[in-house]
């Protein structure tokens, strides 16, 4: 039998006073927490830049939540590339003592 496909999640929310229909893949409580934590960084930067038009916040909006994905991608990457690093130092490691028992036999 095969697997169905989830069925798309379609919530209501507002956010930052504007009325939003958002359908997604993922649960509706994980689409409102998803909403409620950009509301919550929309209203942080308002507070921060309190003249700014809403247009601008949401693109300063977009612009931190885009770098904080990058660094996170960032960070991810590095951390994929440890264990790489830790064979390849075990391996070279693994021949220097080969190397050097080798030599005082």
Do not use: W
Request: hydrophobic share 40%.
């Amino acid at each position: 039998m095969a697997e169905s496909a989830p069925q798309p999640q379609k919530i209501t929310k507002q956010i930052f006073g504007e009325t939003y229909t958002i359908v997604g893949e993922a649960s509706s409580g994980y689409i409102s927490e998803v909403a409620d934590f950009v509301e919550q960084r929309l209203l942080d930067l308002t507070k921060a830049l309190p003249t700014a038009s809403k247009t601008k916040l949401a693109v300063l909006c977009a612009l931190n939540l885009a770098d904080e994905l990058f660094q996170m991608k960032e960070v991810s990457a590095k951390a994929n590339e440890i264990p790489e690093l830790e064979e390849r130092t075990k391996k070279i490691i693994s021949l220097l003592e080969e190397g050097i028992i080798g030599d005082n036999f």
